[in-house]
């Protein structure tokens, strides 16, 4: 977990160096006029397929400023019960921080957050069993939001747990409102 902590604070600090620069280059040539997506659509509801949540997830992320959004996440894989009873259900739920690097309608960002993964069984002779884990994860993605409100997200993931990472791709499709 050491090191999951240590990956998300690298990324928060190479975001927090990179983007006053940013800042910066995006708001010397910028038509003041014109309203970036992300202020005039600041939420958005999406489905990500692969990404943090191993297979998928459905997402809503609220845009507090033009450079940095909030984001919760939830998914499920299970089953009803089987021929022999027996049924299991895996809940994940995410949550994270995403920063942007430019005032434009697509930007590169930067995220980090942590996972929750429930998972519950009542196979085996012994009853219900129940067991909670959970998972860090950094990334480096590129979004393009329109002012029609749609909404393309590509991450890739290091997932991080136990001393151990992942990399992983995330796609996002959603509508943003």
Same mark, same amino acid.
């Given at each position: 977990?050491? @090191?999951?902590?240590?990956? %998300?604070?690298?990324?928060?600090?190479?975001?927090?160096?990179? $983007?006053?620069?940013?800042?910066?280059?995006?708001? $010397?040539?910028?038509?003041?006029?014109?309203?970036?997506?992300?202020? $005039?659509?600041? #939420?958005?509801?999406?489905?990500?397929?692969?990404?943090?949540?191993?297979?998928?997830?459905?997402?809503?992320?609220?845009?507090?400023?033009?450079?940095?959004? @909030?984001?919760?996440?939830?998914?499920?894989?299970?089953?009803?019960?089987?021929?022999?009873?027996?049924?299991?259900?895996?809940?994940?739920?995410?949550?994270?921080?995403?920063?942007?690097?430019?005032?434009?309608?697509?930007?590169?960002?930067?995220?980090?957050?942590?996972?929750? %993964?429930? $998972?519950?069984?009542?196979?085996?002779?012994?009853?219900?069993?129940?067991?909670?884990?959970?998972?860090?994860?950094?990334?480096?993605?590129?979004?393009?939001?329109?002012?029609?409100?749609? @909404?393309?997200?590509?991450?890739?993931?290091? @997932?991080?747990? #136990? #001393?151990?990472?992942? %990399?992983?791709?995330?796609?996002?499709?959603?509508?943003?409102?």
């Amino acid at each position: 977990m050491r @090191l999951c902590r240590m990956a %998300i604070f690298v990324a928060v600090a190479l975001a927090a160096a990179w $983007a006053p620069s940013a800042l910066a280059q995006a708001g $010397a040539g910028e038509n003041k006029d014109v309203t970036l997506a992300r202020t $005039a659509l600041p #939420n958005d509801l999406g489905i990500e397929l692969l990404g943090r949540s191993i297979i998928y997830s459905f997402s809503y992320q609220r845009t507090l400023t033009p450079l940095i959004g @909030l984001e919760v996440s939830v998914s499920g894989l299970g089953s009803g019960a089987t021929s022999g009873g027996a049924s299991e259900t895996v809940l994940f739920g995410g949550a994270g921080g995403r920063l942007y690097f430019m005032h434009k309608d697509a930007s590169p960002f930067v995220t980090a957050g942590a996972v929750m %993964i429930s $998972a519950t069984t009542d196979a085996g002779p012994f009853g219900s069993d129940h067991s909670t884990a959970n998972y860090g994860y950094t990334g480096l993605g590129f979004e393009f939001r329109s002012r029609a409100g749609l @909404l393309f997200r590509g991450t890739a993931y290091g @997932l991080f747990a #136990n #001393n151990a990472y992942f %990399i992983w791709p995330g796609l996002t499709v959603g509508y943003a409102f």
